[in-house]
């Protein structure tokens, strides 16, 4: 494996290990804030119980969140010094933003923790409202950075020179705002699905009292209500992304759905394999002019395929797989929480064992389905690091001996994510839901 592949799956590695419990950082203060305000308006102290216990699992997970962003941070520095040369003169200002919105973030986190009990429902909303737009602000500053890799504005490459900076054109780059509400929408998504896979999974538990039972029964159907919603925001979202990458990326598009020629009336190929000898998907099913309408809004629309572009230009064409992956999880993420939610609603009914396990498997399917957009996101840019302007080979260090640091690393990563998971574990188990129900009561 050469330097630049080891750089990048070191890199790699890291942040597929920080996006778990960066998503997660996002979309669980989110549902914080809604319990707290359904406490509110409901009179229900179950909706408490569940802001407070959920803030308890939010704290510990931001306790790797931050040391893993840091070394992402850190990471790229050392990795990509070819391209951080050219971020420090266009593109600082989201980084430099960001700051003061974890300062945002850890300050009314520690008010929301340390002083609940001492605020009005009111002003708990409120500490704990601007944590989530701390956590919201940074995932949207961080993710500015990687929308202008894609779509990059704001200045020039003259001779391998930076001239004509225009940062605020870089921020504001034509790609930011659907990149942005992309990465929030699923954000929010993943940790009402991980809320209610632990619902369901304790759901499943025979041992449970009636009284935990209604707890995790309001949870789940809470999170249901949330989750759904906000993956068929993502997918109304994914819309405008193709759309956004017809104009700006036209080969990621192409790649991700093994078109190789120009055409109108193109068809959307779901599943199936690229074969790039014959430039045909075998296995696939395709549904005629789909393509063309999602690319465009009109089903004649003319769609760039990969034969317009250098082949040295081209995506991996594995991308087509990625894509479908994400595509399919979002897919089947609406439907089951929507017909989760039909069958509560309609027939009034306690959910079946077998439909639980299903909604077990929705928290660890949303998280599959971020890892893979990334993934493709950032696989379907190659050879790019900055689109059009710096190809990876140019970006990355030429420090050899990169495998070492890969393989301690990832040995590092999985302790970490071990201890995660005792910890959490341990932390629940020593409060139980009930000891903390019937406190509440007798309050």
């Not at 850890?106 to 009005?120: G, H, K, P, T, W």
């Not at 896979?197 to 039972?213: F, I, Q, W």
Request: net charge neutral; hydrophobic share 50%; charged share 15%.
């Amino acid at each position: 494996m050469d330097t630049v592949m080891l750089a990048r799956s070191l890199f790699g590695s890291s942040m597929a290990f920080h996006i778990i419990f960066a998503t997660l950082g996002v979309g669980i203060p989110v549902m914080i804030v809604i319990a707290e305000t359904m406490s509110h308006i409901r009179k229900d102290r179950d909706y408490a119980v569940m802001a407070e216990r959920w803030t308890r699992g939010f704290a510990i997970l931001l306790g790797v969140a931050i040391p893993s962003g840091t070394i992402v941070g850190v990471m790229l520095a050392l990795l990509w010094p070819g391209f951080m040369e050219i971020v420090g003169q266009v593109i600082a200002l989201p980084f430099q933003i960001e700051i003061w919105a974890f300062f945002l973030e850890a300050l009314f986190m520690s008010i929301y923790v340390y002083a609940a009990d001492r605020l009005s429902p009111m002003l708990r909303i409120v500490s704990v409202s601007f944590v989530a737009l701390g956590a919201g602000a940074s995932a949207v500053l961080i993710t500015d950075a990687h929308s202008w890799m894609n779509t990059p504005r704001g200045f020039n490459l003259v001779d391998g020179k930076v001239t004509d900076v225009n940062q605020w054109a870089a921020v504001f780059n034509p790609s930011f705002l659907v990149t942005s509400m992309h990465v929030l929408l699923s954000a929010f998504m993943t940790g009402a699905f991980a809320i209610a896979s632990v619902a369901a999974y304790k759901l499943l538990k025979r041992d449970k009292t009636p009284r935990e039972r209604d707890y995790h029964r309001k949870a789940l159907f809470l999170s249901l209500i949330i989750g759904g919603v906000m993956s068929l925001m993502t997918a109304i979202n994914g819309h405008e992304t193709a759309q956004m990458l017809h104009e700006y990326q036209p080969e990621k598009l192409a790649a991700a759905e093994g078109l190789f020629e120009t055409q109108p009336y193109a068809p959307l190929a779901i599943f199936g394999s690229v074969d790039e000898v014959t430039q045909e998907i075998h296995g696939g099913i395709e549904i005629p002019w789909l393509l063309s309408f999602l690319a465009t809004n009109r089903f004649d629309g003319v769609v760039k395929g990969l034969n317009e572009f250098p082949r040295e230009h081209w995506p991996p064409l594995f991308i087509h797989t990625l894509f479908n992956l994400m595509v399919a999880i979002g897919t089947l993420l609406i439907l089951i929480s929507l017909g989760a939610l039909a069958y509560r609603i309609i027939r009034k009914r306690a959910y079946p064992r077998w439909l639980l396990w299903v909604l077990v498997a929705t928290g660890p399917m949303s998280m599959i389905g971020i890892e893979t957009g990334w993934i493709f996101s950032c696989t379907g840019r190659q050879p790019w690091t900055i689109y059009h302007m710096q190809t990876t080979t140019d970006a990355a260090t030429r420090t050899q001996n990169l495998g070492i640091l890969f393989v301690l690393f990832i040995g590092l990563y999985v302790f970490l994510l071990i201890v995660t998971i005792v910890v959490m574990h341990q932390f629940f188990k020593r409060r139980p839901v009930l000891k903390h129900l019937m406190a509440t009561t007798h309050d």
